[in-house]
């Protein structure tokens, strides 16, 4: 299996422009997460969907986020308009289930996103 | 809501000693508390997790203790080797989806 798959990679955009991240879980893992990582905050949970469902976009900071999963292969985490503080590194990351009392989440490569 | 906190933030050891890294939970309900390592440019990945019915595990050059009334756990690492050299974060949940990571600890392994 080729993991958890996001793109881009690295993303430079310009202050007001919408940027979409994408990804692909793993295939039969019906869970997903989107991460967000930085230096002053860490690891903060955005956004968890089971079944292709939201259910948990607490973390989600703004209006201006917005997160989908059409289907079990595919969510995109969408800003717009994006501002210099959204700049950080964004994991997904998918798990299944199993164990009760908490299951591996497996993390994507993430994208590294520069908004000046 | 839970809190953990890591310690230290940094950690240097020389190659072949062993290296602690200590985490602290505040929900009394947690029940699973995993470790992941992230290498640079890299996602995090699991590296060993442990369940509140546990008290301590062991994978090769890697060791988890969880200690429920105190409510710290922490990693341990053996004969640790250059490759271990990256940033390892802790993490608490209540056995639902969530993790509350800490903050992390950049561990070097001298050569």
């Known amino acids: 299996d080729a993991g958890v798959i996001q793109s881009p990679r690295h993303e430079v955009t310009e202050m007001g422009q919408e940027v979409t991240l994408r990804c692909k879980p793993i295939?039969?893992?019906?869970?997903l997460f989107w991460y967000r990582q930085t230096m002053m905050r860490g690891l903060e949970l955005l956004i968890y969907?089971?079944?292709?469902?939201?259910?948990?976009d607490s973390g989600m900071p703004e209006d201006r986020f917005s997160a989908k999963m059409p289907n079990a292969s595919f969510s995109t985490l969408k800003i717009q308009p994006s501002e210099p503080r959204d700049s950080a590194v964004y994991f997904c990351?998918?798990?299944?289930?199993?164990?009760?009392?908490?299951?591996?989440?497996?993390f994507g490569p993430g994208t590294r996103l520069t908004v000046l | 809501g839970e809190n953990v906190e890591q310690h230290p933030s940094t950690l240097s050891v020389q190659e072949g000693d062993s290296a602690v890294i200590k985490c602290t939970y505040s929900?009394?309900?947690?029940?699973?508390f995993p470790w992941y390592k992230q290498e640079l440019g890299k996602g995090p990945q699991l590296i060993i997790d442990?369940?509140?019915?546990?008290g301590e595990k062991k994978d090769q050059r890697i060791a988890v203790t969880l200690n429920k009334t105190a409510k710290h756990f922490s990693l341990h690492i053996t004969e640790t080797q250059p490759e271990d050299s990256a940033v390892y974060f802790c993490?608490?949940?209540?056995?639902?989806?969530?993790?509350?990571f800490g903050t992390g600890t950049r561990l070097k392994v001298l050569a």
């Open positions: 990351a998918s798990t299944f289930p199993g164990l009760a009392g908490g299951n591996e989440q497996f």
């Open positions: 295939s039969g893992h019906n869970s």
């Open positions: 969907f089971n079944n292709n469902v939201p259910i948990d």
């Open positions: 929900d009394s309900a947690s029940n699973y």
């Open positions: 442990i369940r509140s019915n546990v």
């Open positions: 993490a608490a949940s209540t056995g639902t989806y969530k993790y509350i």
